[in-house]
């Protein structure tokens, strides 16, 4: 999966960003600015800064994180410069606009896959790390800092193209917490019932979901009421509301999403237990 995150990445740079002489942020950014002023091609730079960060986190944040770093240091340069060298993978298409959407869809993508296995891009995401640790500056900050990289590559671009360059950092940012997010959304559901000793033994039956009874007071007329709470898929939430407006049309719902839920039934296999009570 590592290696497919990193092919997704280099494919966006070599398919829409290098062939419409784009502007990006973080390495390939850096790289994109060092082949205009020096003619270094890009993959090779790549190779060299990310062997540098390599050793810098390695020296600084500990052996253990570098080895997280390993995969993509040496890979994301040489697939890249692979990709450079195959003539059906240039000019896809000459639109900006479309160059700009498909590449942040692909790069957020890519990156997203590699941070989803536990391990990191390596190159410039590690300079905000090391500050971190050393200077206690924000991580998430720092990561905007040097993603802005692309204020190098605005001396030689016009302001267009500089528009063009903010967008695909937008883009590819939101989709990479989309990916970072995919498949772990679940819904929230808060429910007040008179009925709730039915509605709780019917969710646990129909919907094979549990169920906790949070013990509350209403606020009104000052009434004991027990209130369910359970955590559903998106797909069953529907199931649930039809369930709930079949046993008490007049039931109080509150309903959320919730980023990540772990635990028996989600992140973890169903157990399914039964008491046994001795008399």
């Known amino acids: ?91 896809v298409t000459d639109d900006k606009m479309l160059s700009t959407i498909c590449g942040g869809l692909m790069i957020g993508m890519g990156i997203g ?14 300079p905000p790390l090391v500050l971190n640790k050393k200077f206690g500056l924000p991580v998430s900050v720092m990561l905007y800092v040097f993603d802005f990289i692309l204020i190098s590559q605005m001396l030689f671009t016009n302001k267009e193209e500089i528009v063009y360059g903010i967008l695909l950092v937008l883009i590819y940012t939101v989709i990479l917490d989309k990916v970072l997010l995919m498949g772990s959304t679940r819904t929230k559901v808060e429910i007040m019932t008179e009925k709730y000793e039915e509605l709780n033994r019917l969710i646990q039956e129909r919907l094979d979901r549990g169920t906790t009874l949070v013990y509350t007071q209403t606020g009104y007329l000052k009434n004991d009421q027990p209130m369910i709470l359970t955590v559903v898929s998106n797909r069953e939430l529907m199931r649930l509301n039809q369930l709930v407006q079949e046993i008490d049309p007049h039931a109080f719902m509150i309903i959320g999403n919730v980023n990540e839920v772990r635990g028996r039934g989600f992140s973890q296999q169903k157990v399914y237990k039964k008491e046994t009570i001795e008399k």
């Open 1 to 91: 999966m590592i290696l497919l995150g990193n092919t997704v990445y280099a494919l966006a740079i070599v398919m829409f960003i290098l062939p419409n002489d784009m502007i990006t942020g973080g390495t390939t950014g850096l790289g994109i600015a060092i082949h205009h002023y020096f003619g270094l091609p890009i993959h090779t730079f790549v190779l060299i800064f990310n062997t540098l960060m390599f050793l810098l986190g390695a020296a600084v944040l500990g052996m253990k994180f570098a080895l997280t770093t390993l995969v993509s240091t040496f890979y994301y340069p040489v697939i890249l410069g692979v990709l450079e060298q195959i003539p059906a993978l240039q000019n």
């Open 113 to 126: 896959i590699v941070i989803r296995c536990g391990a990191s891009t390596g190159g410039m995401d590690i």
